[in-house]
């Protein structure tokens, strides 16, 4: 008999999309089938409370059976849905490399929503978010203008924080921050690395564009702003080289065709993060959109810390 692990690969996957997909169901979806599970128990419990002893055979035991089941699905539904996962703990599905190694794709985690009730984000922690609209595609947001999807990435800037990159190396406050989670990496297959990325060398690091980073003031908002030694802010940003990519990326939003605006950017100074906001990156920097790309994210759009892996059982273990 031949075994093909490839199936136990898509069961998996599968059955860590259908966590997720569960984790997510909509608080209105559960108060529903509470509901209606509730009004089959209360109609289907007199006529079980009446039927005499010895009238109670299969279809009795079968009735019975499902009126427990759904009592222990309301309950299940109260209880997780209603109160364990909006104010304490929920299940979450890595999308994509962005962390890698620190996550891999398809990892499951535990975030800790109820954590931020009772202190702010610190600079190290990971994150889950609800991004800006401005780093979505269309497929992304419901028909409102929400996000559908949420962003994990790591805290790199808290309120009154001065967060810059310079050509690559990132700086907080002025003083150069070691960051031993951060990884420069390369992706062998085009068509999609999966979790199967490469550390680059140092001297692989070193002949390649190294981008520079600060927010900067641009009328009345604060706007991530990107720029190497050939442009800043560019819709398709030059590189050294062409098989390394572009040396950025930035989201349409801010992108600056206007080149004396760009170089007038380019000379002044860093904005601190504002009251309420952080700054995000991913560990995997140059496989990661993230606020360099988009910008600052609002307190009120932070879902929670991730506190560990649990799923695959090789990987568990708490994330840092």
């Not at 979505?136 to 409102?144: F, V």
């Not at 690091?205 to 003031?217: D, G, N």
């Not at 000379?267 to 309420?276: C, F």
Request: proline letters at 7%.
């Amino acid at each position: 008999m031949y075994f093909d692990p490839s199936c136990l690969l898509a069961q998996a996957i599968g059955s860590r999309e259908f966590i997720d997909k569960v984790a997510r169901t909509p608080l209105s979806e559960i108060f529903y089938l509470s509901l209606a599970l509730t009004i089959l128990r209360l109609a289907a419990y007199p006529i079980l409370a009446k039927t005499e002893i010895h009238k109670r055979g299969f279809i009795y035991k079968i009735a019975k059976f499902l009126n427990e089941f759904f009592d222990a699905v309301i309950y299940a539904g109260v209880f997780v849905f209603m109160l364990i996962r909006p104010f304490a703990l929920q299940a979450f599905v890595i999308p994509s490399g962005s962390m890698w190694p620190t996550l891999y794709v398809n990892d499951l985690i535990v975030l800790n929503k109820a954590v931020y009730r009772f202190s702010k984000p610190k600079v190290g922690d990971i994150v889950v978010f609800r991004p800006p609209v401005e780093a979505l595609q269309a497929s992304q947001l419901y028909e409102d203008g929400q996000p559908k999807v949420d962003y994990i990435k790591r805290c790199v800037g808290v309120p009154g924080d001065v967060v810059e990159l310079r050509e690559g190396v990132l700086y907080r406050n002025g003083k150069e921050v070691e960051e031993p989670h951060k990884n420069l990496t390369d992706c062998p297959d085009r068509r999609g690395c999966e979790n199967n990325y490469v550390t680059l060398t140092p001297e692989q690091i070193a002949e390649r564009t190294r981008a520079s980073f600060k927010l900067v003031k641009r009328g009345d908002k604060i706007i991530p702003f990107n720029y190497t030694e050939f442009d800043a802010n560019a819709a398709i940003p030059m590189s050294k080289s062409w098989s390394e990519g572009p040396a950025y990326a930035v989201a349409g939003a801010y992108v600056i065709p206007d080149v004396e605006e760009a170089k007038r950017l380019k000379d002044s100074p860093a904005e601190k993060l504002p009251t309420g906001y952080y700054l995000f990156m991913g560990d995997n920097r140059n496989y990661s959109f993230d606020g360099r790309g988009w910008g600052i994210v609002p307190e009120s759009e932070i879902v929670g810390r991730a506190e560990a892996i649990w799923f695959p059982l090789s990987r568990i273990r708490l994330t840092k």
